[in-house]
């Protein structure tokens, strides 16, 4: 019969510190994926909270860009205006200047209030209407009353006249306004859409810094 000698106490500390050693790295390598788990999912939940902040400030910013597009517009539009009555009632060509500045300047000024609006069907709509009724205002009228006006003053100055002026101006000043109240909800809104974001994405970080903390502490107790 074959006698096997017992191990002895220093192979057997030897095996016990092998053991536990192995169960430590596997301890380890569970509490590292499980960390960096945590830590992708807060990043991700992050980055779509700041992608959401800055696709709320994008917005915010073209609506903030409209309406100043508008108000270049209705300067002009005024200018137009004035320009033709002054030269109705004086028939002095200076008087024309603030017409002809608004005419030269009106070709790149709509093509602007167009470019900034952009994708959105509504804005484009609006932004064609808009280019129509100025278009309309200075081919159908202004420039047909500036030439009437030098050879027949008083038909230029008729009360037909000034109600079809009155009438065109109108029904563009309408819709300017409209552009701007529209706008200025919009920015008002998107403004606020941000601040939202912005308090979301930062409570989620203290979030993630809170859960990164107390998962540290519990893996700490968790590999002792």
């Known amino acids: 019969m074959t006698h096997v000698a017992p191990a002895s106490p220093r192979r057997r500390l030897r095996a016990r510190l092998a053991a536990a050693a192995s169960s430590?790295?596997?301890r380890v390598m569970l509490a590292s994926g499980v960390l960096a788990v945590l830590m992708a999912g807060v990043a991700g939940v992050a980055a779509f909270a700041v992608s959401d902040l800055s696709a709320a400030a994008s917005r915010?910013?073209?609506a903030r860009?409209?309406?100043?597009?508008?108000?270049?517009?209705q300067k002009l539009v005024l200018d137009l205006e004035t320009g033709v009555r002054g030269f109705v009632?004086?028939?002095?060509?200076?008087v024309l200047k603030p017409y002809d500045l608004a005419k030269a300047q009106l070709p790149d000024a709509?093509?602007?209030?167009?470019?900034?609006?952009g994708d959105d069907p509504a804005r484009r709509r609006v932004a064609r209407e808009v280019s129509d009724l100025i278009n309309a205002y200075i081919d159908e009228y202004a420039e047909p009353v500036v030439v009437i006006a030098r050879t027949n003053p008083r038909a230029a100055g008729s009360r037909t006249a000034r109600e079809e002026s009155r009438r065109r101006t109108d029904e563009i000043r309408d819709r300017l306004d409209e552009?701007?109240?529209?706008?200025r909800r919009r920015a008002t809104a998107t403004a606020e859409s941000a601040q939202a974001e912005a308090r979301r994405a930062i409570r989620l970080g203290f979030g993630g810094i809170a859960a990164s903390v107390a998962m540290i502490l519990l893996l700490g107790f968790y590999l002792t």
């Open 65 to 73: 860009e409209v309406v100043a597009d508008t108000v270049v517009l």
């Open 60 to 62: 915010e910013a073209q």
């Open 24 to 26: 430590l790295a596997a």
């Open 179 to 183: 552009v701007l109240k529209g706008e």
């Open 89 to 94: 009632i004086t028939r002095q060509e200076r």
């Open 110 to 117: 709509l093509e602007t209030f167009r470019r900034e609006a």
